[in-house]
């Protein structure tokens, strides 16, 4: 029965309470055994145990849930720098698209890399975020766009989740945009992925929920509404890319079909969030998107005053967000949106877990969940992201075992007994 | 004479031509000996070298000159996270400093602290920025206000030049805010300054520049010119905190006393900008406090097609920018300000240097110049700023040693060969 000791405060990041309480420990200690919480909390009460339990030292630092990154695009071929260039120079995400950059460039890199080569460089995307404290991500598809090469992404996504320790849900994003080859003919493609690839993907059992991109350049609410239905009648639960470049009726497509989440909600309309608010969707905040994009932020505090829970995550992908970096899209979940520390970790666990459908497994440090958590050197959240500087994990577990430790960075010293 | 080779770009960043002109040689190699370059260019041009040479391959990697952080307030007393959530909810940076919070908290800890103790502090933090590839860091006195806690601060770093190997360039800021126990005479502050401060900084030869505050909530233009003035008679050259919060002159006071740099200039004027330029005035952009107080940017691009040379730095101090991290810097100098990547790190690099006045020494990759530069874990300058991560610095090198090698995170595998 391993256990942490000298948690100077355990963020445990219970879903009950407002978005701000992450009914903290301190002086804790916690204890976990095959896989499993059996028992947090300060450590002065801690039970008499089995004395041949392995023991670890936090070093009185904060201690949080595993971080749950419920909104990446993981698996993609190539980059795409000069994009950020272009837009710093003052082209538009949307022009450049147009010009045939964006998610098309992409779209034609992906097609030209081995389910294999996929896999070696989500591998090694995925070791860095677990670095950062991330034990869950969230990957869609989104980049192959005909039904071999999206069944090749959620494939590299299947074989990535047996390579590594980070545990994957899988998202099929057929509907991510229109490819070049029926974009005369729209019609047929959204045709296209619901007779043939969502059919495909169920078949395989590879993917849990089915995204759709509701936007100017993408797919119409009523397109939308056909695929996440199609998706649903096959167990694919809803999810959204919804009012991010502008308004769109996303918000209130997402709570009309119950969608698990809707994600970026830059634009969303005041009608959209109080549906959402009713449908329990949650709302998936971007800030990274926001960075890069150089866009307004999402309106997070509207969303929290209306009891709408407010995920985080950096949604990971090669044009508008090219970081993994859960920390920094944390740090700017509290200056762009004005969350407070707290507010934006439990948008990076407990609602995010919700996010992806997992709350009674992950996203909190609570017996019977999974032994995910991170070592952060930091005395509190608040300090944590108001300090920012990388390195801040010590030590990340998964499921029980851990998965990553710092080197000796810090004099403190983290680490065994 | 040790010699670098296998360096994919190699960003020399010379100061000649303009501000995105960072004259980058591809497939280089880098040649030092005691401490100075003595050789750079295309490594199939590499002239022959005597074979006793250690040896050194970057794996393809970018070479940038040394990162010179050029604003930092690095020894403080305490933090003040609990600010950065009063601001979040609602607070200004300004409500804070007039409840007693804000610098006048961070003197009264940094009062109480030891030079030993500061000294210490500033060691630990210096290790870190190393390992962003940081080689030169300029850095403020200012949480003394008095004459004896200054010359403290001021001999810590003095101290702590001797113990890391980051080269310090020390800043006397005694005119940071006026302290509480001389708000009811604000002038006998100044005076203290005039008449005190600055000689015993000057007898002990403690720094290179002088410092003011000018805002509503520190100091007037007519108050920094006669402490300008007093710096300069002894030899203490001038910079300026200018038009931070509110625009006050300051860019013109700059420009009339030819100080070396002015820094923040959010607020700057158009005539302030202009005046700037003709008097050859580096202007210091400070993204991170821009992040933090989630205010306005400064307007880079207008410095820059006015050939006023941008430099970028942290602002790292326990308020407005707790963040020492230059590589988030230079990002946001991307996001925030609109400086290309090329723009922003010779804002890090040579104009850095021209604002610390060491352009003859620091700040490019040229014979005769230090032998300071970093490898950093990316193809070139644009893909850095644009695939954000922690630990892309893999070596740094001040005066010819090797002061931080990356233990292997990488398959990639820079190091000896």
């Known amino acids: 029965m391993p256990i942490l000791r000298n948690i100077g405060t355990l963020a445990t990041c219970r879903a009950d309470g407002a978005q701000g309480d992450i009914h903290s420990i301190h002086d804790a200690a916690l204890v976990w055994e095959e896989g499993r919480i059996v028992w947090m909390g300060p450590e002065a009460e801690l039970p008499a145990l089995d004395d041949a339990r392995e023991s670890w030292d936090a070093g009185g630092r904060l201690v949080i849930p595993g971080l749950i990154d419920c909104h990446t695009h993981l698996a993609f071929g190539g980059w795409r720098a000069g ?141 939308a509404r056909r695929i996440l239905g199609a998706g649903s009648a096959v167990g694919l639960k809803p999810k959204l890319h919804a009012d991010q470049l502008a308004p769109g009726g996303g918000a209130e497509l997402a709570a009309e079909v119950r969608a698990v989440s809707a994600d970026h909600l830059e634009h969303a309309s005041e009608a959209g969030l109080t549906e959402m608010a009713r449908a329990g969707t949650v709302a998936v905040a971007l800030p990274l998107a926001t960075l890069y994009l150089r866009q307004s932020p999402m309106a997070a505090r509207r969303f929290v005053d209306a009891h709408v829970p407010v995920a985080v995550a950096t949604d990971f992908n090669p044009g508008s967000a090219p970081s993994y970096d859960m920390h920094l899209a944390l740090l700017l979940a509290c200056t762009f949106l004005g969350l407070t520390p707290s507010e934006a970790l439990k948008g990076a666990t407990v609602h995010a877990a919700r996010a992806v459908g997992r709350e009674r497994d992950i996203g909190s440090v609570e017996p019977g969940k999974a032994a995910d958590f991170a070592v952060i050197d930091a005395p509190d959240v608040t300090h944590w992201m108001y300090h920012f500087r990388p390195d801040t994990c010590r030590m990340t577990v998964v499921d029980g075992t851990v998965q990553w430790e710092a080197p000796g960075l810090s004099p403190a010293g983290t680490g065994r007994c």
């Open 83 to 223: 994009e950020f260039e272009q837009r710093l120079l003052g082209e538009s995400y949307q022009d450049i698209a147009r010009a045939g950059g964006g998610i098309a460039a992409t779209v034609e890199a992906t097609r030209a890399v081995s389910e294999e080569a996929l896999s070696e460089r989500c591998v090694d995307f995925l070791h860095a975020m677990l670095r950062l404290g991330v034990t869950t991500v969230e990957c869609k598809s989104g980049y192959g766009l005909n039904t071999e090469n999206e069944l090749k992404i959620l494939r590299a996504y299947r074989r990535v989740s047996a390579m590594q320790p980070v545990r994957l849900v899988a998202t099929l994003l057929g509907a991510h945009v229109v490819p070049k080859e029926w974009k005369a003919d729209r019609r047929r493609y959204v045709d296209l992925v619901i007779e043939e690839m969502i059919p495909a993907v169920a078949a395989e059992n590879l993917a849990e929920f089915c995204d759709v991109f509701v936007e100017d350049t993408a797919f119409t609410v009523d397109e």
